[in-house]
């Protein structure tokens, strides 16, 4: 947080035409959330007094997709440029004496705090000038127009280079479509991100002109104006150019995707996660992962998940809005979605937990076992080829290979109930609604339909029929007919 007045001004309107597509492009995802969503994140850590949004192309979407507690959106009609965006919300800070942010909703690579930063260098600057900080009246008559961030790209082809003085007074920005030779050669270029003293950009703002080829109102050109009045935007560097690095079509995503990525990896393997091959790892933010959690190549781990201590994913798992306790093992080829693992459980290879399931502690889920909206007591089995639907199972219970909870009738789920150590026999069809007592048993084959008291035997099979030489009595058969 910065203690000075801000309001921040996010630039979303804009239709994303390099990325053909329908959708709004601050909508398209990075890991999960709207490429928006980082820029306010980061735009946050300054706490701002208000943060408005300029929408435009599908501003419902853009809404309704963000939902962004206590931001304003302003709708900018017609798209004329970055300068007519922030004109069209001069309106929320017309009689505000204090300062504006100007950022893009296309940068979700900028960090907070390097916001923070700039803040802290704004902070400086208006000391160095002897204003007080406590009390912006009379801030009007001061030299310090504002703070625009650059870096320095190792191809700044495309970018606003910035020209400026020996006291990093930034002179003028210059489009790449405008500069000469001699600018080409700059490397220092404009992020388009800014901090304006609020009475100073409103005032510019209203002698923007479109005199240009594409006949839009430039933001850049703000600079100038206040410049010739000899208020000063001071140029900071900032040391990391992945961070002003914009989104302009899909090999932009791609690579901003990669990008974020690396540093949760980076974040986490430093605070005592093993990755193995993490370049094919993928994680989200909302990630929180203990130490001493070892993953293997190609895991996807996505939105609210939680990994704790001791824990092992193997290859190519997938969990999602997931909670994982101490010490599980997640065998190769795993999913798992809005569920909890408890300790010392373990699942896979080839397992499926989904729909609110809880794996409850030392619980074996093995080969091809999908479990559904279930609850698994302690200590309980099923380690192969078998379907947990709708059901809550017992601690110490044994599910035998091909079983099956026939919970839908074609209308209705219907729960199946399997009580303390009750024993599943292989290939056992059990038709919910239906309840398994403690220490029951069925046998193999069976489709039970009703509900087995505590320590019967339920069975339900044909009698078995032996047919002496038929197999030789077939053959004859055959061959007569040929």
């Given at each position: 947080?910065?203690?000075?007045?801000?309001?921040?001004?996010?630039?979303a309107?804009?239709?994303?035409?390099?990325?053909?597509?329908?959708?709004?492009?601050?909508?398209?995802?990075?890991?999960?959330?709207?490429?928006?969503?980082?820029?306010?994140?980061?735009?946050?850590?300054?706490?701002?007094?208000?943060?408005?949004?300029?929408?435009?192309h599908?501003?419902?979407?853009?809404?309704?997709a963000?939902?962004?507690?206590?931001?304003?959106?302003?709708?900018?009609?017609?798209?004329?440029?970055?300068?007519?965006?922030?004109?069209?919300?001069?309106?929320?800070?017309?009689?505000?004496?204090?300062?504006?942010?100007?950022?893009?909703?296309?940068?979700?690579?900028?960090?907070?705090?390097?916001?923070?930063?700039?803040?802290?260098?704004?902070?400086?600057?208006?000391?160095?000038?002897?204003?007080?900080?406590?009390?912006?009246?009379?801030?009007?008559?001061?030299?310090?127009?504002?703070?625009?961030?650059?870096?320095?790209?190792?191809?700044?082809?495309?970018?606003?280079?910035?020209?400026?003085?020996?006291?990093?007074?930034?002179?003028?920005?210059v489009?790449?479509?405008?500069?000469?030779?001699?600018?080409?050669q700059?490397?220092?270029?404009?992020?388009?991100?800014?901090?304006?003293?609020?009475?100073?950009?409103?005032?510019?703002?209203?002698?923007?002109?479109?005199?240009?080829?594409?006949?839009?109102?430039?933001?850049?050109?703000?600079?100038?104006?206040?410049?010739?009045e000899?208020?000063?935007?001071?140029?900071?560097?900032?040391?990391d150019?992945?961070?002003?690095?914009?989104?302009?079509?899909?090999?932009?995503?791609?690579?901003?995707?990669?990008?974020?990525?690396?540093?949760?990896?980076?974040?986490?393997?430093?605070?005592?996660?093993?990755?193995?091959?993490?370049?094919?790892?993928?994680?989200?933010?909302?990630?929180?992962?203990?130490?001493?959690?070892?993953?293997?190549?190609?895991?996807?781990?996505?939105?609210?998940?939680?990994?704790?201590?001791?824990?092992?994913?193997?290859?190519?798992?997938?969990?999602?809005?997931?909670?994982?306790?101490?010490?599980?093992?997640?065998?190769?080829?795993?999913?798992?979605?809005?569920?909890?693992?408890?300790?010392?459980?373990?699942?896979?290879?080839?397992?499926?937990?989904r729909?609110?399931?809880?794996i409850?502690?030392?619980?074996?889920?093995?080969?091809?076992?999908?479990?559904?909206?279930s609850?698994?007591?302690k200590?309980?089995?099923?380690?192969?080829?078998?379907?947990?639907?709708?059901?809550?199972?017992?601690?110490?219970?044994?599910?035998?290979?091909?079983?099956?909870?026939?919970?839908?009738?074609?209308?209705?789920?219907?729960?199946?109930?399997?009580?303390?150590?009750?024993?599943?026999?292989?290939?056992t069809?059990?038709?919910?609604?239906?309840?398994?007592?403690?220490?029951?048993?069925?046998?193999?084959?069976?489709?039970?339909?009703?509900?087995?008291?505590?320590?019967?035997?339920?069975?339900?099979?044909?009698?078995q029929?032996?047919?002496?030489?038929?197999?030789?009595?077939?053959?004859?058969?055959?061959?007569?007919?040929?």
């Amino acid at each position: 947080m910065i203690d000075f007045p801000l309001i921040a001004v996010v630039l979303a309107a804009g239709k994303g035409t390099r990325f053909k597509s329908e959708k709004p492009k601050v909508l398209h995802n990075i890991l999960g959330k709207p490429m928006l969503w980082y820029t306010l994140f980061a735009v946050k850590w300054l706490k701002p007094q208000k943060t408005l949004i300029v929408v435009g192309h599908k501003k419902e979407e853009v809404i309704k997709a963000i939902n962004c507690d206590g931001c304003e959106f302003v709708y900018q009609e017609e798209q004329l440029g970055t300068g007519h965006a922030v004109y069209t919300a001069k309106d929320h800070f017309k009689e505000f004496d204090g300062y504006v942010l100007i950022i893009n909703g296309d940068t979700p690579l900028i960090k907070g705090e390097t916001l923070h930063n700039a803040g802290e260098y704004l902070k400086a600057l208006i000391r160095y000038e002897g204003a007080n900080l406590t009390n912006y009246r009379g801030y009007r008559n001061k030299s310090i127009a504002g703070v625009v961030l650059t870096a320095k790209l190792p191809n700044p082809y495309g970018y606003g280079r910035i020209v400026k003085d020996k006291d990093h007074r930034v002179i003028k920005i210059v489009e790449e479509k405008d500069t000469t030779p001699q600018e080409k050669q700059i490397n220092e270029v404009n992020s388009g991100i800014y901090f304006f003293y609020a009475p100073y950009l409103k005032e510019a703002l209203e002698k923007l002109e479109n005199n240009n080829a594409q006949k839009e109102y430039y933001l850049t050109d703000i600079i100038e104006i206040l410049r010739q009045e000899e208020k000063y935007t001071y140029a900071l560097e900032i040391p990391d150019y992945t961070e002003i690095l914009g989104v302009n079509d899909r090999l932009q995503l791609a690579g901003a995707e990669n990008i974020l990525k690396e540093r949760f990896l980076t974040f986490w393997a430093l605070n005592g996660t093993t990755f193995h091959n993490p370049q094919s790892i993928w994680i989200e933010f909302d990630v929180d992962l203990s130490r001493d959690v070892e993953i293997y190549q190609n895991v996807m781990l996505q939105g609210k998940t939680f990994i704790d201590e001791g824990t092992t994913i193997e290859a190519n798992c997938i969990i999602k809005n997931s909670k994982i306790g101490k010490n599980v093992k997640i065998l190769a080829n795993s999913y798992i979605e809005d569920s909890e693992i408890k300790d010392n459980a373990t699942i896979g290879p080839f397992a499926r937990i989904r729909n609110n399931s809880v794996i409850n502690q030392e619980v074996v889920i093995g080969n091809f076992v999908e479990v559904k909206n279930s609850v698994i007591g302690k200590r309980t089995n099923a380690r192969h080829l078998t379907y947990l639907g709708d059901a809550e199972i017992g601690e110490d219970v044994n599910i035998g290979a091909g079983t099956i909870t026939c919970n839908y009738d074609g209308f209705q789920k219907h729960k199946t109930i399997i009580k303390d150590r009750a024993f599943i026999g292989s290939d056992t069809m059990l038709v919910a609604p239906i309840t398994i007592g403690e220490e029951a048993i069925t046998g193999s084959g069976s489709v039970i339909t009703k509900d087995v008291p505590d320590k019967a035997l339920a069975i339900e099979r044909s009698q078995q029929k032996i047919i002496e030489n038929y197999a030789e009595k077939r053959k004859k058969k055959y061959e007569k007919k040929d």
